[in-house]
T-cell receptor, first 116, second 109 residues
Framework: DTGVSQDPRHKITKRGQNVTFRCDPISEHNRLYWYRQTLGQGPEFLTYFQNEAQLEKSRLLSDRFSAERPKGSFSTLEIQRTEQGDSAMYLC??????????????FGDGTRLSIL | EDQVTQSPEALRLQEGESSSLNCSYTVSGLRGLFWYRQDPGKGPEFLFTLYSAGEEKEKERLKATLTKKESFLHITAPKPEDSATYLCAVQANDYKLSFGAGTTVTVRA
């Protein structure tokens, strides 16, 4: 069973640049989530997809952030005009929607973003 | 808004010294409570799901329990490899997990 894969693992960029992260979920999972985690805190929800449809976005997701999941497979998260406050670990998770019961979300190892 | 509070923030144990971690939550309509383990530089690793008060789950030296207001993660006779940050999360709606800040456990040999 291949787990959730994220690329790149680390990204260092200058303030004002655009960055894009990729997430490949567990193949049979139809739900995909993005979270952000800062040092000493738990992950915070950003957005989620059911198949290719983006169904919910957090207030944390400003206009500079956009996420896509074409064809319901991999997903990308883009941050435009990065700011210092965007420095964080960006985590992707996936799960299987099963009979309405809450299912565990399985996480990748994240992309650590550092803004210079 | 869902609230999850974990205590203590940090726990230092001697190998073999059993202890418990607490997760207190406030949520309207709990659909599931999840425990994760997170190692430095890694993503959270799923441990347990608890759905209703009174439920218990066990895995090796870990045991998770659930009441209507809190959950406990008991670590029995811990080993150094149990050192990690343990995260608790609640799900009240169809999709979003709300996490606590975690408890960092250090087990000394």
């Amino acid at each position: 069973d291949t787990g959730v894969s994220q690329d790149p693992r680390h990204k260092i960029t200058k303030r004002g640049q655009n960055v894009t992260f990729r997430c490949d979920p567990i193949s049979e999972h139809n739900r995909l989530y993005w979270y952000r985690q800062t040092l000493g805190q738990g992950p915070e929800f950003l957005t989620y997809f059911q198949n290719e449809a983006q169904l919910e976005k957090s207030r944390l997701l400003s206009d500079r952030f956009s996420a896509e999941r074409p064809k319901g497979s991999f997903s990308t998260l883009e941050i435009q005009r990065t700011e210092q406050g965007d420095s964080a670990m960006y985590l992707c998770a996936s799960s299987l929607d099963y009979r309405g019961q809450a299912q565990p979300q399985h996480f990748g190892d994240g992309t650590r973003l550092s803004i210079l | 808004e869902d609230q999850v509070t974990q205590s203590p923030e940090a726990l230092r144990l001697q190998e073999g010294e059993s202890s418990s971690l607490n997760c207190s939550y406030t949520v309207s309509g709990l659909r599931g409570l999840f425990w994760y383990r997170q190692d430095p530089g890694k993503g959270p690793e799923f441990l347990f799901t608890l759905y209703s008060a009174g439920e218990e789950k066990e895995k090796e030296r870990l045991k998770a329990t659930l009441t209507k207001k809190e959950s406990f993660l008991h670590i029995t006779a811990p080993k150094p490899e149990d050192s990690a940050t343990y995260l608790c999360a609640v799900q009240a709606n169809d999709y979003k997990l709300s996490f606590g800040a975690g408890t960092t456990v250090t087990v000394r040999a």
